[in-house]
């Protein structure tokens, strides 16, 4: 009993603190602010992250711990990526607190929405059977949906959601189907009965089958080119805290069970899986950068250029088994730190409508938002791995990692794509810095300071970017102890008798 | 008895169509209906499996996913009337307000 509590009290957490504001949210006369509603979800994910250091100290006495006849696990490895979307989860919060500020009537929705999406994502990270990576992955993937259409009035809203939500469940069913060829070639669906099956399995074909289904399944929820054509369409619509957090989080939970599923039920197909791997990618860094050169949208291009980042995290997986899940923990870190900053700035500069979207709207920006512009220019750099940012280390550790695995081509082919980044970045960031020809049309949009609570956010992002950069140490060695361990399957799996 | 492998065969079947309907419809709601055949063909393969090892959990596993896909038809039709509110249309080809 005790021990299945363990396992899962940061998503129970969550959980309760979803279901409060939500109940409370029609409890507030409308008009009245729903801050105090945010501030609930904010609390609730900070208890959640007390929770998760509990289960930290609790690993770090008694190794592993399994819950719910082997369903649930909780290692170094599920406590690194709990860590991580719960401080997404709160900076993203904090940095929407005022973002609802009169448009909309019902944004204590939003603060449970994103809750409820932080159980699925928690719950996909520490899950080593397949039924709960789709229960967490499904629970995760529906709460986005709704969040990228949240500015019902307009009309690019429900263009985002929808595109979202009918290729999101495209991808689930590719996931499903794999995971039905799993247990056809396995007879199970958990990760540790599924290596023994593979191991000795009768039907190989089947097993690839099965492993390149859910490579697909997953490569379109991290944007991995071919399966990224989703990902303008839905960041350039939906709101930008929310990019901010879709980009990020659930792709690190996805990163994560790819990792485990790889790494724990498929090692004996590794040189099958790395082809696929490898190719995806090569395709995500170029066609995300060769992408990102042609957009105008500031939204637009960071959305090609996150797919580029999903092609960096890729060619860590090529580093397997050595160093490749620390550095794709470090980079997903350092990915998170600098794109919620990032789109954090584009929130406050912006605001709900949306004022400034391409890059004529965004020059001189510095002249007049000079703190705001700084900030983006330091996410910026990150980005493009200037040394001293967090960025640069993530790149440093993934191509070094491919190197010593002897992937010389995919490093080369990952540092070229680099420099190419570095074009569309330095052209928004001297945009920021260029006064403009005539006086920007959006004068109307006031400059107004912004609150503490943006103000404690946007400091988080870029402490964190600077951290990573200039002392990553710490956060290497929680990516270096951070390790998917494969336990033998519980007590009641029992090996399944031949058909 | 009909064997196992005409019920995979048939899963995948409906699972190509389901993809080829996806592809091809530019309906809405024809496409979400794909999707949902997609969804089924899973559950065919799964109970067939579960008929071929003895195991129940793969049955346990088809309920679970039709309750998630419960769940996401309700996300998603709300998302359907959402777009046609404002657009007038179900038309894919006629949502694309984003291309540059």
């Known amino acids: 009993m005790s021990t299945n509590l363990v396992t899962l009290l940061p998503e129970l957490v969550l959980t309760i603190t979803g279901v409060i504001v939500m109940l409370a949210e029609p409890l507030i006369a409308p008009g009245r602010s729903r801050k105090p509603l945010g501030w609930v979800a904010i609390f609730g994910t900070l208890v959640a992250a007390i929770m998760i250091n509990g289960q930290r100290q609790f690993t770090n006495i008694h190794g592993a711990v399994q819950g719910f006849y082997g369903t649930l696990q909780v290692d170094t490895f599920s406590v690194f990526f709990h860590f991580l979307i719960a401080a997404i989860v709160i900076v993203t919060l904090l940095g929407s607190l005022d973002y609802f500020e009169g448009p909309t009537t019902h944004a204590g929705e939003y603060f449970a929405l994103i809750c409820f999406g932080a159980t699925g994502m928690m719950l996909m990270t520490s899950s080593v059977e397949l039924l709960m990576v789709f229960i967490g992955l499904e629970i995760s993937s529906i709460s986005t949906y709704i969040l990228a259409g949240f500015r019902k009035g307009q009309a690019t809203a429900s263009e985002s959601s929808l595109k979202y939500f009918l290729l999101g469940s495209f991808a689930t069913a590719f996931f499903l189907y794999g995971i039905a060829l799993c247990f056809g070639a396995t007879g199970s669906t958990s990760i540790a009965a599924i290596a023994q099956g593979f191991a000795t399995t009768q039907m190989p074909l089947m097993a690839w089958l099965a492993l390149a289904m859910v490579i697909i399944g997953l490569g379109f929820k991290v944007s991995a080119a071919p399966f990224h054509v989703w990902t303008p369409d839905v960041y350039q619509g939906a709101p930008a805290p929310v990019v901010g957090l879709m980009s990020t989080a659930p792709k690190a939970a996805a990163f994560a069970v790819l990792l485990r599923f790889l790494f724990n039920a498929a090692p004996m197909f590794r040189d099958h899986w790395i082809t696929l791997i490898q190719i995806l990618a090569v395709l995500s860094m170029c066609l995300g950068n060769l992408g990102a050169l042609r957009q105008r949208d500031v939204k637009r291009m960071l959305a090609y250029s996150s797919i580029a980042h999903a092609g960096y995290i890729l060619v860590a997986y090529a580093a397997f088994p050595q160093e490749a899940v620390a550095a794709v923990c470090f980079y997903t870190a350092s990915y998170a730190a600098m794109n919620v900053g990032a789109f954090l700035v584009i929130t406050q500069l912006t605001g709900f409508n949306e004022s400034a979207r391409t890059l004529d709207d965004y020059t001189g920006m510095a002249l007049r938002r000079p703190v705001l512009s700084a900030l983006l220019g330091l996410f910026l750099l990150s980005q493009i791995g200037i040394p001293f940012t967090g960025g640069f280390f993530g790149k440093f550790y993934v191509f070094t990692a491919a190197i010593h695995s002897g992937y010389t081509t995919l490093a080369i082919i990952g540092l070229a794509n680099s420099g190419i980044a570095c074009f569309y970045y330095l052209r928004l960031l001297a945009a920021l810095y260029t006064r403009p020809v005539t006086e920007p049309p959006t004068e109307a949009a006031p400059a107004q300071a912004f609150s503490p609570a943006i103000g404690v956010a946007l400091a988080a992002t870029a402490i964190a970017t600077l951290m990573l950069g200039i002392f990553p140490n710490q956060v290497l060695h929680l990516a270096q102890r951070a390790t998917p361990i494969n336990m033998p399957p519980a007590a009641m799996v029992s090996v399944p008798p031949a058909p | ?100």
């Not at chain 2, 995979?8 to 419809?25: E, M, R, S």
């Not at chain 2, 109970?47 to 129940?56: D, E």
């Not at chain 2, 769940?71 to 959402?82: D, H, K, N, P, S």
């Open chain 2, 1 to 100: 008895m009909v064997p196992i492998a005409a019920y995979l065969i048939l899963a995948a079947i409906l699972f190509c169509i389901g993809i080829a309907a996806f592809l091809i419809k530019r309906n809405v709601i024809s496409i979400f209906m794909s999707i949902e055949l997609m969804l089924n063909a899973v559950n065919l393969t799964f109970v067939a499996f579960a008929h071929m090892w003895h195991q129940v959990s793969g049955q346990i596993f088809v309920f679970f996913v039709m309750v998630v896909a419960a769940a996401e038809a309700a996300v998603g039709l709300a998302i359907i009337i959402a777009l046609f509110r404002s657009r007038q249309t179900l038309n894919v080809d006629q949502v694309n307000l984003m291309k540059n």
